[in-house]
């Protein structure tokens, strides 16, 4: 078995320690034995039990048996530990102590040490599962079974994990969807706030995308099946954040460097206090030995050791309810101290498909009868554009899909042409135009910034749809709130220039480069590095990889390319929400201030009771309560505000 085998076992061992049970027993003990020491010729306990004829001796006892077992148990942990990683543990320096207690004869300070040992233990336990359940409660919600469509239409009921790529699966209202896939027949309303932590329900019909764990609340779904078990999009959240905690934030490294530097010193410290000392100083061999012991205990590095790394972990596995995956606390330092992000304008900053802003009819009033004649060619082609104007005409409620179409024809680069209702209809760009002899009446308009499609009806002028890609409802929100922050945004696009000042100027970006080819936007996310310190770079995942790449903290708008955002980006913003930018920022920097006023806190109390236990005025109990496991109890207590934090 190899060391990193090894060491994996041994922390799922830890992981199940009885510390609870080991609690509530030295408890117990701790009260009885205490009882029967203060019992003077059969009082008190003696009075209700007068077989007792030396309850001293049976005090001593049960403090013996106590403190030898548990102390034991603990001992061997450290050991183990001090084989596999090489260094004193908290176990092992805990045992020692409370060994060490009983022989000099403070049996009641030896319990102490392990009872409140025990109680930090299983409260660091509680932390930990706690924020780790967070992030398996997704896996919870998973189903093991799927209702499966056969051919004929017979249903069957099999477990999640023999259903294949392609097959179909019934879900009824109220049901969890199992797999991942596209709807083929049916609609409702899904509640997605598992995955995405979206708090209202999405409405999803044919052709959208569902996800496993969501909830189909009101409708009858059919699902054609995407991902199997194993690759569903919350199962890929779930194995990045566990993974997390490999890339480890440089104050995780520090504190873990700082920790193999400082036990060992304190523990020579400890020993040269109890061997040394005594010759030195002189005084009695037993009261070095205790102020030794004290020393060892305050070099227990529990407290900032474990509450670094929970309080970073706490913050991802929250970010992850709320719909942002983290892929390691390195990401959430880094995002504390950008000072610039960078946003792609299409796809992220806005929606990335255009509509119809306005129809504007260069020869006529007709308006309407040229978008009802377009939709009813363009219903059938998949084309983004011919998609927006399809959504207009609906919007309108102009019933296209009743008009006669015949001699539908897809012109390569140019539009789309076909009879309807007997009328030849060509629509398109401005070259299909010029195609069909109307050159002449399209002069002027050449150079327009927007996309414009045409339409001619027999040769008539043409109608002109302007189209606009929509800005992101929430973009002007999130980055108004990343201004008040001292955040200052920048916009890169490829789009033209007087596209690209028209969206800054809606939302207020003061910095924008436009007409950029991908490898230019890499030029600038390297400038402004070099001028401004840590940059993130957001976008859609797809063509802006090489920008992501390059910025410090990539964030991808993950919810139109879930896996490829899974596999590039540093953070993925599950749901194409823009205010989850400043939230992420507001949680970076609270986890950070949250993980350093640990550490300061942390040292301070041990540097002090250090130096009070070397003069011998705190006893050892008190050292443990307040040095160790008391800090340790408060500083995991501290992050618990993060939770709290609102979006």
């Given amino acids: 078995m190899t060391k990193t085998n090894e060491k994996e076992e041994f922390d799922e061992e830890n992981e199940r320690k009885p510390w609870i049970f080991l609690a509530v027993a030295l408890g117990i003990t701790i009260v009885l034995a205490t009882l029967l020491d203060l019992t003077v010729d059969g009082g008190l306990l003696g009075f209700y039990l007068p077989f007792l004829n030396e309850p001293a001796r049976v005090s001593r006892l049960l403090f013996y048996v106590s403190i030898i077992s548990v102390a034991v148990y603990v001992g061997v942990l450290g050991l183990k530990e001090l084989t596999i990683e090489r260094r004193f543990s908290v176990e092992f320096l805990m045992a020692t102590a409370a060994l ?185 061999f037993e009261t070095w030995i205790y102020r030794a012991l004290i020393l060892l205990v305050i070099s227990c590095p529990s407290a900032f050791i474990v509450s670094v790394p929970a309080t970073f972990f706490t913050a991802i596995a929250s970010a992850a309810r709320k719909g942002v995956i983290i892929k390691g606390s390195v990401y959430v330092e880094k995002m504390s101290k950008v000072k610039v992000i960078v946003f792609d304008k299409t796809g ?92 002449q009446e399209l002069r002027g ?41 001292g955040t200052h945004a920048v916009m890169l696009t490829g789009d033209k220039e007087e596209v690209a000042e028209e ?27 070099s001028e401004a310190g840590l940059v993130a770079m957001v976008g859609d995942g797809i063509n802006d990889a090489p920008a992501l790449a390059a910025s410090d903290v990539g964030v991808a708008m993950g919810s139109n390319a879930v896996d490829v955002a899974l596999e590039s980006a540093d953070i993925i913003l599950v749901k194409n929400e823009l205010v989850r930018i400043p939230y992420l920022q507001r949680l970076s920097k609270l986890s950070v201030k949250i993980a350093k006023q640990n550490i300061a806190f942390s040292l301070g109390v041990k540097l002090a009771l250090g130096a009070l236990g070397f003069i011998g005025l705190i006893p050892l109990w008190f050292a443990v309560a307040a040095g160790d496991d008391g800090v340790t109890m408060l500083l995991l207590l501290n992050t618990l505000r993060i939770p709290r934090l609102k979006t």
Avoid at 402 to 423: D, P
Avoid at 453 to 464: E, R
Avoid at 503 to 525: Q, R, T
């Fill in 348 to 439: 992220t900053l806005t929606l990335g498909k255009p509509a119809v802003k306005e129809v504007n009819c260069l020869g006529g009033d007709n308006d309407q009868r040229a978008l009802l004649y377009a939709a009813a060619l363009e219903q059938y082609s998949n084309h983004p554009l011919a998609e927006s104007i399809v959504k207009k005409a609906s919007e309108l409620g102009l019933e296209f899909n009743k008009l006669t179409v015949t001699g539908l024809k897809e012109i390569s680069g140019k539009g789309v042409t076909g009879n309807v209702n007997g009328c030849r209809v060509f629509v398109g760009n401005i070259e299909l135009m010029k195609n069909v002899g109307l050159k």
């Fill in 100 to 284: 060490g207690a009983t022989y000099l004869g403070f049996l009641f300070e030896g319990a102490t040490v392990l009872l409140l040992y025990s109680l930090a233990e299983h409260f660091e336990g509680y932390i930990e599962e706690r924020a780790r359940k967070t992030v398996e409660k997704l896996s919870s919600y998973m189903p093991e079974e799927a209702r499966m469509v056969e051919d004929g239409g017979f249903e069957k009921t099999v477990s999640v994990k023999q259903v294949k790529v392609g097959q179909t699966l019934l879900v009824r209202p109220g049901e969890t969807i199992p797999l991942d896939g596209l709807v083929l027949e049916g609609s409702s309303f899904v509640d997605q706030s598992l995955v995405t932590g979206e708090s209202i329900p999405v409405w999803k019909e044919r052709d959208d995308t569902v996800y496993a764990g969501t909830l189909n609340t009101d409708g009858v779904l059919k699902v054609k099946v995407a991902k199997e078990a194993g690759e569903t999009l919350v199962s890929k959240i779930v194995k990045l954040v566990t993974q997390s905690r490999k890339r480890k934030a440089s104050m995780e490294r520090l504190v873990d460097r700082f920790a193999r530097v400082y036990v060992p010193v304190i523990v020579f410290l400890a020993f040269f206090t109890a061997f040394l000392m005594p010759q030195l100083f002189g005084g009695p």
């Fill in 503 to 529: 969206i800054a100027e809606k939302l207020n970006v003061n910095e924008v480069y436009a007409e950029l080819l991908p490898e230019d936007k890499l030029k600038i996310v390297d400038w402004l590095r």
């Fill in 445 to 485: 308009i050449e150079n327009e910034a927007h996309t414009r499609v045409y339409v001619s009806i027999d040769g008539c002028v043409p109608p002109m749809f302007c189209l606009v890609d929509e800005v992101r409802s929430d973009a002007a929100e999130a980055l108004k709130t990343l201004r008040e922050a």
